[in-house]
């Protein structure tokens, strides 16, 4: 068989592209949001309800299927997870109440949650020390593509259908993607279009040679003993609700402050999710290029967080915002770093535990994120209902830009003080 040169960044280009269609059908819920919500007589609490729904099982999934790819393996892991969110994709189109969609996002919720243990499994596989983070940057801005891609394709559908079409062409997306995955994907150790000299290179690179899928036995417990997993919980379980929160709220606040159409391709929004791109890849990039330079890895992964928190704090200027421009660019901005953070956070976990682990710790940190992302949407849903009857909507957003924009700063102070030993869990340590 012909080797292909840079094999690995065609493993890239897979993640990245599951990563889009898992984004892609997360984001649909949130779009629709101002026709459903008329169509069915939603109330803010409904659509959080129905957030809720998605991220419990999301949390849920992320504990379960973290173990189980790291025990089955990253093929098969990501074969079965994109097959359930797919199937629960389509099935939205059948609902009719909130139950019904809450249904539906439960499914989507367990499906999804295998994405990111899987893509991060398979690049501590796939690369060396050194360019995890940029391999993790690019995958990682598939979040933002995905969403982007659902603002041009669901007014696209909607012009000529009805939204349980949405549903049913998105979902079918993710089997199209696993044809290719099927054909190209195997671990390097197996991969006969990879040449002698990339493998060599992508082995001398990691802190441990993997010749072959591990087999070794994770205590799986034993991870909650260390402060580095207790590090990565902080840095996704006080974070990752905001990002949820400009996911699926963002939409219906350019709506209602801005009367911007939903219907209709948004240009502004587009840009929005478009400068997460930017700080995915550049944040991935920044860090590595620190590394490159001669800097411990853990200590410019938390140079470049601290960074990042200090720039997210700009996001309360959003309150300030007269226009419609104006808050798409203090938004570009916020969303940009936060995605920024979330690629330096995410390959922390392969800096600090064995290859063997990372499905798992990603598991369990994502899990933590789902959580907060149970809880904050309460606070959300009650906060704008309340500001919502006194006649002030925009004075909800504006409480809630606050919060978001000072709690990176307090996330990367207990990270800090968690990894300041800067040790890497061993193999041995959780056998």
């Known amino acids: 068989m012909t080797t292909i040169k840079n094999y690995r960044w065609l493993i890239v280009v897979l993640l990245f592209s599951a990563t889009t269609i898992n984004y892609l059908d997360r984001q649909i819920i949130g779009l629709l949001k101002p026709l459903l919500e008329k169509e069915f007589e939603w109330t803010e609490t409904d659509f959080a309800r129905i957030v809720m729904a998605f991220t419990a099982a999301y949390a849920i999934g992320l504990l379960v299927s973290g173990g189980i790819i790291d025990r089955i393996g990253t093929k098969a892991g990501y074969t079965i997870t994109i097959v359930i969110w797919s ?21 989507l919720g367990l499906g999804e949650a295998g994405n990111f243990p899987a893509a991060m499994k398979t690049v501590s596989e796939w690369f060396p020390s050194k360019e995890r983070a940029l391999a993790t940057g690019i995958f990682n801005s598939g979040t933002s593509v995905g969403v982007v891609l659902a603002l041009l394709v669901v007014p696209l559908i909607l012009n000529y259908f009805g939204w349980q079409e949405v549903f049913w062409i998105t979902g079918a997306l993710g089997f199209i993607w696993l044809i290719f995955w099927l054909l190209f994907y195997t671990i390097p150790a197996k991969q006969k279009r990879l040449s002698a000299e990339e493998y060599h290179y992508i082995t001398s690179g990691q802190d441990e040679i993997k010749m072959l899928e591990s087999k070794h036995a994770i205590k799986w417990q034993r991870l909650f003993s260390f402060p580095q997993t207790w ?16 996911l699926f709220w963002l939409p219906s606040y350019f709506a209602s402050t801005f009367s911007l159409d939903l219907t209709k391709p948004s240009l502004q929004l587009m840009i929005i999710y478009a400068a997460t791109t930017v700080g995915s890849i550049g944040g991935g990039y920044f860090s590595s290029w620190l590394i490159k330079r001669g ?4 200590r410019a992964r938390k140079a470049s967080l601290l960074l990042f928190a200090a720039l997210e704090v700009s996001i309360i200027l959003a309150q300030f915002a007269t226009s419609a421009w104006m808050a798409v660019g203090l938004i570009s901005l916020a969303v940009a770093v936060h995605q920024a953070w979330a690629t330096n956070v995410f390959t922390m976990a392969s800096d600090m535990f064995p290859t063997e682990a990372v499905s798992s ?26 500001y919502k ?24 102070t207990i990270i800090h003080l968690l990894t300041r030993k800067g040790e890497k869990v061993t193999l041995n340590q959780i056998q």
């Open 389 to 412: 009857a006194a006649g002030n909507l925009v004075g909800g957003y504006n409480l809630l830009f606050t919060l978001c924009g000072f709690t990176y700063l307090v996330s990367l």
């Open 361 to 386: 710790v990603v598991g369990i940190a994502g899990m933590a994120g789902a959580i907060g992302g149970i809880l904050f949407p309460m606070l959300v849903g009650t906060l704008l209902d309340a």
């Open 87 to 107: 199937l629960a994709g389509m099935f939205h189109a059948l609902a009719r109440s909130v139950t019904g969609f809450s249904i539906a996002r439960i499914g």
């Open 295 to 298: 800097w411990p890895t853990l």
């Open 231 to 246: 590090a990565l919980i902080t840095g996704k379980g006080l974070i990752d609700p905001i990002f949820w929160f400009f």
